[in-house]
């Protein structure tokens, strides 16, 4: 069996599992995800071994630091991943659910029901934990799923599907509800693409140039983010003493992470007093800043001249932009020429500037007086995300259960016929 056929089959297969997996009970579903929970935590000894053979061949491939560190199943990211299913399977069952049901003049009754997607296909890089968290939401919102990492995750993600497929015939499900292609030929992807007949969605997860490759090749929807350049906006009226460690978690906490701050916006009444700490804390932790005139001489050794490609530019890493701004309508405006409506963030003690900003700041989160890591399914309270999206139609910010369904029109009628 050629590539395109191993594909096709296992579009078929979704199909088939999806249909059966869209009129599984909640309690069946709860079941699978708690038994994925248990099996997670009795076979982390093959997990771990599963995880070395890729991290062994990621230290002879000679992969960066981050995309290692993304690639680790440590104890931590596994306990994360036993607490997501614990988390979703708690969680209210969307499926079926009836909203807004209103009350025509001819006595029919109108609502929209809650519905799975159907199959969703999920392109990713690295991070095996990744594996889980769709595998889990997928499963809770109805759909079927096909997984397809990187290369370098090849065996991390074959073992944690294996355990799926066990949690999911225990619960008396389809197994076939989720799927990993069984080669890491890049051809298996552009094969997926194609197969718009069995998947209704794809999703990737990634650098931009891998979420562009899938936009421009894929037939069927695709729920995306191209990258996350990331700002905040300390006003005149933040709270220094505030603003500073929001600034260090924003950076520093994650720098890899989409969601980690990229530039530093200062109003200029508060940048002499701001910017010095700021460089005093991180500065010599290992952040570099490419500021602008004004913000230079602030930042000390610390800083070099920004060039015109630093403005807007997503570094993934312990160098952050800075520039200072005359007003809060600069800052905004500067934000919506260079941001890329993921995440924004304003630091201010004025309530009616924080609600201003939160307005008609474009992103798909906007915060006020907090971190931009918080842009994340799990810190929203969504149990655990398939990617966040920046694209608008149909979910615009972390995907969790509910943004894996959609909405049908139901009718509930008495013999009314239209005149």
């Keep these: 069996m050629d590539i395109r056929e191993q594909m096709v089959n296992m579009g078929k297969k979704a199909r088939k599992a999806a249909r059966g997996l869209a009129s599984a009970s909640g309690k069946a579903k709860q079941e699978a995800l708690l038994v994925l929970a248990d099996l997670l935590e009795s076979e982390k000894d093959a997990i771990a071994k599963a995880n070395k053979l890729?991290?062994?061949?990621?230290?002879?491939?000679?992969?960066?630091?981050?995309?290692?560190?993304?690639?680790?199943?440590?104890?931590?990211?596994?306990?994360?991943?036993?607490?997501?299913?614990?988390?979703?399977?708690?969680?209210?069952?969307?499926?079926?659910?009836?909203?807004?049901?209103?009350?025509?003049?001819?006595?029919?009754?109108?609502?929209?029901?809650?519905?799975?997607?159907?199959?969703?296909?999920?392109?990713?890089?690295?991070?095996?934990?990744?594996?889980?968290?769709?595998?889990?939401?997928?499963?809770?919102?109805?759909?079927?799923?096909?997984?397809?990492?990187?290369?370098?995750?090849?065996?991390?993600?074959?073992?944690?599907?294996?355990?799926?497929?066990?949690?999911?015939?225990?619960?008396?499900?389809?197994?076939?509800?989720?799927?990993v292609p069984p080669t890491t030929d890049r051809e298996a992807v552009a094969e997926m693409l194609k197969l718009e007949e069995y998947i209704d969605v794809?999703?990737?997860?990634?650098?931009?140039?891998?979420?562009?490759?899938?936009?421009k090749q894929a037939t069927m929807p695709v729920l995306k983010h191209y990258k996350g350049v990331c700002h905040i906006y300390a006003d005149d009226a933040c709270d220094i003493e505030k603003a500073v460690p929001i600034v260090e978690n924003a950076k520093m906490q994650y720098p890899s992470g989409c969601n980690a701050l990229e530039c530093l916006l200062v109003h200029k009444d508060v940048a002499e007093k701001l910017l010095p700490k700021v460089a005093e804390t991180i500065g010599p932790k290992g952040v570099k800043f490419k500021a602008c005139e004004r913000s230079l001489p602030l930042l000390g050794d610390y800083a070099e001249a920004a060039g015109p490609l630093d403005w807007g530019f997503e570094f993934l890493d312990l160098v952050m932009a800075v520039k200072v701004v005359d007003s809060m309508d600069e800052a905004m405006d500067y934000i919506a020429e260079h941001g890329s409506n993921h995440t924004e963030s304003i630091l201010s003690e004025n309530y009616e500037r924080c609600m201003r900003f939160i307005r008609e700041v474009d992103a798909s989160l906007v915060v006020a007086n907090a971190t931009t890591r918080f842009n994340d399914g799990g810190q929203l309270g969504l149990g655990a995300e398939i990617g966040i999206s920046t694209s608008k139609l149909h979910a615009y910010g972390p995907m969790g259960i509910k943004e894996l369904t959609s909405a049908k029109f139901v009718l509930l009628g008495e013999g009314q016929i239209r005149e």
């Design 202 to 215: 794809v999703i990737p997860r990634g650098g931009e140039g891998l979420i562009r490759a899938v936009t």
């Design 54 to 179: 890729d991290l062994d061949a990621a230290a002879e491939r000679g992969l960066d630091k981050a995309r290692v560190q993304r690639l680790t199943i440590s104890d931590k990211v596994l306990h994360s991943m036993i607490q997501g299913c614990r988390e979703v399977a708690a969680m209210d069952d969307p499926v079926g659910e009836i909203e807004g049901m209103t009350k025509r003049p001819n006595g029919m009754l109108v609502g929209r029901m809650r519905v799975p997607l159907g199959v969703v296909a999920m392109i990713y890089e690295s991070r095996p934990n990744a594996t889980i968290d769709a595998g889990i939401l997928c499963l809770k919102a109805g759909n079927a799923v096909i997984l397809r990492g990187g290369s370098e995750a090849f065996h991390s993600n074959k073992c944690l599907a294996e355990l799926m497929h066990a949690a999911l015939e225990r619960a008396g499900l389809p197994k076939d509800a989720v799927q």
